[in-house]
Structure formats: structure tokens, C-alpha cells
């Protein structure tokens, strides 16, 4: 058993190469695609790593900057930003199996139907959340619900949850774009968006069905 999983942990690692095999015979492009597996999954296990990393190791040096009530305030506002990641509904989730579907079967035309769709949703969620903030800004007690007494650390808290909110609302719809790399096993060239800019913002500069690194859907993903 244990001269099996050190055979199968040595084709993995073979797999993680930066050149693409040879697309011009059927098994080429079926190692082809256990390699984009194999890097997606090591890119995002390493990401992970350090961002787990840097979180701890970021702990000390805030709170000594910045005091321990104001980190506990920090805590609370990042805990309400995990709770409202459900705001999407899931729609991001279920764009990566739209499109990882659509890809399989060449559908170019379904996978801008999906793309197109789900920015629009999540748009439409994000414009709606923009009223709901504003009223937990103007008219949520803060200091009564964290039971902060000091009247400086309270305008702190509606300050930071006024920021942290519209940082979350403008990435609902942004958080497509992961997405779309993720469905095309290309989750480690995420990187790129960071040189599109906004142009990412507007469903007509996005095309998810193109060939990425020079790989045809068509060829890239038959076995």
C-alpha cells in the first residue's frame, strides 16, 4: 500500500510542470488536463498556507498597534463578513459547475449565457444591499449590541462596518471572475485579473470561453 501511494504521489508531482504536454495526441491532452488539476490544487493549497500565515502571524503585531479593544473590534466586523458571503445566494458557486459543464461540451454560447447571467444576478443583489447598509449604518446601535461604552470606539464601529460592508458588496459581483478561472481549471492565473482592472466590472470584456495560455476547450479537456 505504501510503495502505491509514493508511485501515485511521484506521477502527481510529474504533473507539476509549467509546459503543457503535447496536444496533439489523445493522451497528451489527457495529461494535459491532470496537470492543470495538479497545479490548481498545489496554487491553491499554497495559498491557503500563507494565508493562514500571514493571519497568524499578523495577530500579535495588530494588536499591539492598535490596542485590544479596537481588535476586538476587528474580530466582530470580520465575523459579520463571513456571515454575509451568503448574501450571493450561491451563485457563484454554482457558475464554476455551469461553466466547468459547459466547457466540457465546447458550449461557447451557454458558458457567456452563464457568465452573463449570474453577473447580472449578483449586480442586482449587490445594488440591493447597498439601501440595507446604509440603514445598519445610520440606525443600528452599535454600542448597545456590543455593549461598547466608549463613544470614540462605537463611531469607530460604524465606521468600520460602513467600509468593510461596501469592500464586501463591491466584490459580489467581482467574485465571478475567480470563479470563471476556477471552472477552467486555471485558478492560479487568477493573478492576471490584478492587471485587467475594472474592465472586469463589465460582462462585455469578459470572455470565459477563450483559450487561456493557448489551450483550445476543445482539445485541452479531451481525454
Known sequence: MIVRLVGRARRTVGYLR???FDLATSEGRSQERYRLIAVSGAAAFV????????????????????????????MVVSSLVVWMQLADFGIANGLSNALAEAH??????????????????????????????????IGLPLSRILKIEDAALSALAADALLLVGLAFVINIPLSLVG?????????????????????????????????????EPSTAYEA
Open 18 to 20: 509549467t509546459a503543457p
Open 47 to 74: 495559498s491557503k498556507v500563507v494565508a493562514a500565515a500571514a493571519g497568524i502571524a499578523s495577530v500579535p503585531m495588530v494588536v499591539h498597534h492598535v490596542g485590544k479593544d479596537q481588535f476586538g473590534l476587528w
Open 104 to 137: 466540457g461540451r465546447d458550449d461557447r454560447e451557454a458558458a457567456s449565457g452563464y457568465l452573463s447571467s449570474a453577473l447580472a444576478a449578483t449586480s442586482v443583489i449587490a445594488m440591493l444591499c447597498l439601501p440595507l447598509l446604509a440603514a445598519a449604518y
Open 179 to 215: 470563479r470563471v478561472f476556477t471552472a477552467y481549471q486555471r485558478s492560479y492565473d487568477g493573478i492576471h485579473v490584478l492587471d485587467s482592472g475594472p474592465q472586469w466590472s463589465r460582462s462585455e470584456d469578459v470572455d470565459p470561453v477563450q483559450p487561456v495560455g493557448g489551450v
